[in-house]
């Protein structure tokens, strides 16, 4: 099992020159980070094209059966 450390993930967050949020059932916290998001202002994010990939698996997958039949007999 872990355990949450606050200490320890305030400290990594200074030396990274960052900041912990730790937000719970009263959402304190949520607060603070969402003032915190606006001070950092929007970004605009470039558009990224994905290709459509080929699935491949049909050689290796018949291969395998083909071994497999091999085996069988």
Known sequence: M????AA???RLGELGG???FRIGI???AGDRLRRV???LGEREFEERRISAYQER???PLGL???CLI????
């Open 37 to 39: 998001l606006a001070q």
């Open 64 to 66: 395998a059966l083909g």
């Open 2 to 5: 872990s355990r949450f450390d």
């Open 18 to 20: 960052s900041q912990a």
């Open 8 to 10: 320890a993930l305030a």
């Open 57 to 59: 698996f049909r050689w």
């Open 70 to 73: 091999l085996r069988a007999v």
């Open 26 to 28: 009263d959402g304190l």
